[in-house]
């Protein structure tokens, strides 16, 4: 399942002249794009601080804190994208994160 193209769909402010999409090649690309994301955001509001650590509660918030995102992911099967929901992306990030700490 981690190997289909997705597409990232968000608004990161309320203005819906923000929304834009990220695509990427697998689920697992997807996921480390949404926490880089986070991380530009906690070095764009922390500019001195050189280490800055965040836990999953921290990542959850930044994302119910988007007025939208959602995620479109390919199913070959049926030839076509599947939607998703936040609660779906927060999910897949914390399963993402735990793989990348074992």
Not at 39 to 63: G, S, V, W
């Amino acid at each position: 399942m981690s190997n289909r193209h997705t597409i990232i769909l968000m608004q990161p402010s309320p203005s819906r002249s923000t929304r834009t999409f990220m695509d990427y090649d697998s689920i697992s690309q997807a996921m480390d794009g949404i926490c880089g994301l986070y991380e530009r955001k906690l070095k764009e509001l922390n500019p001195a601080t050189r280490n800055i650590t965040y836990d999953i509660t921290d990542l959850y918030n930044f994302i119910d804190g988007l007025p939208d995102m959602s995620a479109l992911v390919y199913d070959h099967s049926i030839q076509a994208y599947l939607p998703y929901d936040r609660q779906w992306i927060k999910q897949r990030t914390l399963q993402h994160l735990k793989k990348l700490a074992n």
